[in-house]
Structures are given as C-alpha cells and as structure tokens.
Nanobody, 124 residues
Framework: VNLAESGGGSVQTGGSLKLSCLAS?????????MGWFRQAPGKGREFVAA????????YHSPAARGRFTISRDSARTPSYLQMNNLGPGGTAVYYC?????????????????WGRGTRVTVSS
C-alpha cells in the first residue's frame, strides 16, 4: 500500500488546515486502520488520530481531541485530518500510516505502511 499525504503548509496561530492521505488500494474496510502521526523537530513520532478504513470508529489523542478530526467519506476518497485552532505545538511533519488490525493504534511500530509526510508550520 502506497500512501501520499497532501495539504500541509504554513498557517498562523489559530488557523486551520486539512490534510489528506490517499492510498494506492481500496482500504475501505473495518479491519484496516488509517492513522495520522506527527513529528516535531527534535522529537519522536507522536500519535494524533486514527480511524477504521470504513470510518466506523475514530480515535484521537488527548492533544488532538476537540481540535482535530479524522474522517473519510467513502472508499473513493482519502483519509482526512481537519486541524483547527492550531498552535505553535502543531509545527511538525505529519505522516499518514496504515495497516490491517495494528495491535496498538497509537504506536508507530503498529503500522507497516507510511507516507513520506507533509510539513505543517504554525507561526505566531
């Protein structure tokens, strides 16, 4: 499975961005998990959100809950990460990840497939 992220860019504090992750195969399945992680400069990769491939369940980290939303419309559309009210802590490279039934959806090691990332810069 090849994953391609898009939608990153520069935004001011309080702004919004919508990231997209397009998969090379049909991932619209209850057993397939699509995840979003981010890696800030000098830090490890951090879980942001995940959802089942058919969007029946969504999971958000405590830092993302209430401001970020993972979603997907159908089998023909990408996985989206809507990010609102971004703060300086949102500056990072955001990665899309996917795998069948990862043992721990919040851990990077649980995912076999990764995109190359899209950079988000939040400035004050």
């Amino acid at each position: 499975v090849n994953l391609a992220e898009s939608g990153g860019g520069s935004v001011q504090t309080g702004g919004s961005l919508k990231l997209s992750c397009l998969a090379s195969m049909n991932t619209f399945s209850n057993d397939f998990i699509m995840g979003w992680f981010r890696q800030a400069p000098g830090k490890g990769r951090e879980f942001v959100a995940a959802s089942r491939g058919n969007d029946t369940s969504q999971y958000h980290s405590p830092a993302a809950r209430g401001r970020f939303t993972i979603s997907r419309d159908s089998a023909r559309t990408p996985s989206y990460l809507q990010m609102n009210n971004l703060g300086p802590g949102g500056t990072a490279v955001y990665y899309c990840a996917a795998d069948y039934a990862p043992r721990a959806i919040q851990l990077p090691l649980g995912y076999k497939y990764w995109g190359r990332g899209t950079r988000v810069t939040v400035s004050s």
